[in-house]
Nanobody, 115 residues
């Protein structure tokens, strides 16, 4: 089992920045990749960014150049640095840990960007 706890969400004006954190515990040695998804009201969940255990990253086109995913293995924590935020970035952001074909989800953290 893997437990994930997100933090760092909040309200920010357009153009501002936020950093989300995701602390992992449990069988973390089994995690092959970590990712951030988001779900806006009335929308489907979408992948925002992903980082593998080897450090490879990929991003949704909508956030490339603005968001950065990183990990601190010593702290068992994954971060999502979000810059130049736009109102369309408003969503609940979820941290995911991938173990084989299983995905463990955090509880989500709300990010609201005002125009």
């Amino acid at each position: 089992q893997v437990q994930l706890v997100e933090s760092g969400g909040g309200l920010v004006q357009a153009g501002g920045s936020l950093r989300l954190s995701c602390a992992a515990s449990g069988s973390i040695f089994r995690i092959s990749a970590m990712a951030w998804y988001r779900q806006a009201s009335g929308q489907q969940r979408e992948l925002v960014a992903r980082i593998t255990s080897g450090g490879s990253t990929n991003y949704a086109d909508s956030v490339k150049g603005r968001f950065t995913i990183s990990r601190d293995n010593a702290k068992n924590t994954v971060y999502l640095q979000m810059n130049s935020l736009k109102p369309e970035d408003t969503a609940v952001y979820y941290c995911i840990g991938l173990v084989g074909v299983n995905a463990y989800w955090g509880q989500g953290t709300q990010v609201t960007v005002s125009s």
